[in-house]
Structure formats: C-alpha cells, structure tokens
C-alpha cells in the first residue's frame, strides 16, 4: 500500500534489482523522486538502451555493445594466454586483481546436465573454434572452484586432451589475510596437500 | 574500466540510487543483463514513466499520479484530524505503524532559513488555505524531532494561534523495546520530564 498505483508499481520493479527489498525500493524510489529525478531520467534511459543494445563480444563473449569488447580489440594483451571464466564478474575481479595480460573466454554459466545446460550452452564450440585459430599456447581454467565449476574445467580439459595446448588451473589455498581458524575443511586439506618449500619470500 | 563504454556508463548511473556503491552496481548491472532482462526494462519503462507522471496531490501534496492521491480520495478517513509530515516516506511509515485513520498534509522539507527554504517553499500556504476550507479539528504537527522539525512545527503553531484549532505533537519518550542504557540523554531527561503515572497497563 502507498500513494498511488504507479509509485506502487515503480516499487515492486525495483525489487527486480538483487539485495533490494520492500524497505531499500521505497528508499530508491522515494529518493528518486523527491531528490534526484533528473539522475533517475538518466538512468531508466541507459538502462533500456544497455539491455537492448548490450550482447556477446564476438570474440570472448563477454558483455558488449560492440561486436569486439575492449579487451579483445586492445594490441596490449598476451595473445598466447587464454583464460576461461564463467561470468563477465569473473573477468572484472581479474582484471581488478591485475596481474594478468591475456585474453578471456566467457561461458556464461557452467555445465549443468540436470538443468539442460549443455556444452553449446556455454559456448564450449565457439572456444574450439577459437583454439583452432591458433596463437593460444596455454589455457587457464579459472571456472568457480564449485563442483559444477571443477566439472566445468574438467570436460574442458578432456576435450583439449591431444592438443599442443598447456592446461592450467588456478592455485587453491588460504585465502590472504584470512585467519585459518575460520578457513574450511576442504580448503585446508588442499593447502596442506599442495604445500610449498619455504623461501622467506 | 569495464567491458564496454555502455556498461561502463550503467554502472555510473546506477551510482544515482541511495546505497548503491561500485561493487553494488556492477552486481545489478550483471544480474540483469546476464539474467533478467525483462524484469529491467519493465524497470527501466516504469521508472521512466512514474518520473514523468508523479507530481503532488493536489489536497495533501503527497506523491501521485494523480489529481488527488488514494488516501484523499477514500471516504474512510476521519476528515477532522490532519498530521502534517516532513516526507512521505513519514506517511507511509505513519500508516504502516496503523491506528491513525485521519488525514495528512506533507510539507517535502522543513524551512531552513540557511538554505533559502521559506513557508512556500513547504507548502504552508497551501496548508492554511486546506485549513480554511473548515472540518479539521486538530492538527498533529508529526515533523521530525530534529532543530529543523521542530522550529518547522513551532513556526506552524504560531501561525495557527488565534484559531480555534487544537495542536498536538507526537509524545518524546524512549523507544519501545529499546533499552535504557543505549537511549541518549535528551531523550531520557525528555522522558523523565514527561513521565506519567503508573496505570500498571
């Protein structure tokens, strides 16, 4: 219940948005209209034109406007990396990291035979043919360290069993600056199995 | 830095919505260009709309669409009793706590001489022109317990002396379910000050 059915209206849509519940949709929309209209105007038009004009990076199949995204039409990148991740955040919290210099492949998702999601689904035949393009020498599987993640990196991986292609996986372990206290089971025992020689480094 | 010039550029607009920081936009931006599409532009198209159409009711200025807002135009209301509030996310919250079944009048601030809000700029001559028209027989003056709220409602009592109607404000005391030792001290001397007798109730 509020004032009118179109304010009614504008605060069952924003809860479309993820963590917004009834109170933050009142907040929003009462800011939104008291305060900050012409923000708001700006907004509802950038969002319409980005889920209309936004699709796959014909390349890397990340989120695009464009038929390459910006990565994939920099000449800075190392083109004999590819790293395979499962959503577009992914990319961004690697690129955030920094560090690498490579290129990307975005599955959008992960295999997941129960819910009909299979290796087209997540583009597993756009990555072969971007392989056979050649120029790649190793293949970095940075899908979610979940089990349909693993599976995920592990299909893959025996998929590209024959090639010339060097198949990594990133490194499991403690997280930096977590306390081990708090670190589960499964993480610890990885940590323990993958140890390393101390180099005081 | 993003994937694309028109992610890039939702991202920062939905920096526009109360709360909402980098991390928080990059989640609402892929949530829903990677999963729900339709639900963002019904967003997009209602927040559009409801930004263009919304304006104020023409009795207690709340926000509507339309001439007179729900409340206004129910016939359920008790047409003697007017609760002048500072927003109408105070309304709301008025209603949503229940029990009250009068009238409101929303003033969209509260003078701030400092910042070059006046009377008008609140609405109060529309106020005085609603009270004119007869029938109100009480006026709770609901503005927010702050310097502001208060100067606000005292500026309205003067204003209304002279006249036969009977003034009220909401009653100061500790917060129900609250605990003494977290209460501030204005409030707890306001509290002291205002005690009532013990009816065991």
Redesign the interface.
Known sequence: ???????D??LE??R????VGPK?A?????????R??E????????????????GY?QRCR?????EL???CRSTRRDERLLCVVE???D??AI?EAGGYQGQYFVL?GHLSPLDGIGPEDIGLDQLEARLDEGGIEEVILATNPTVEGEATAHYIAMQLTGSRLRLSRLAYGVPMGGELEYVDGGTLSRAFNGRLPFTGE
């Open positions: 219940m509020s004032f009118s059915p179109l304010v209206r504008l849509s924003l479309v948005l993820p963590g933050t009142q907040r929003m929309a009462l800011h939104l209209l008291e900050d209209r923000g708001g105007r700006r907004l509802a038009h950038i969002m319409a034109e980005a889920l209309e004009e936004v990076c990340t989120l695009t406007e464009e995204c910006l990565l959503s577009p955040a990319m961004l690129e959008h």
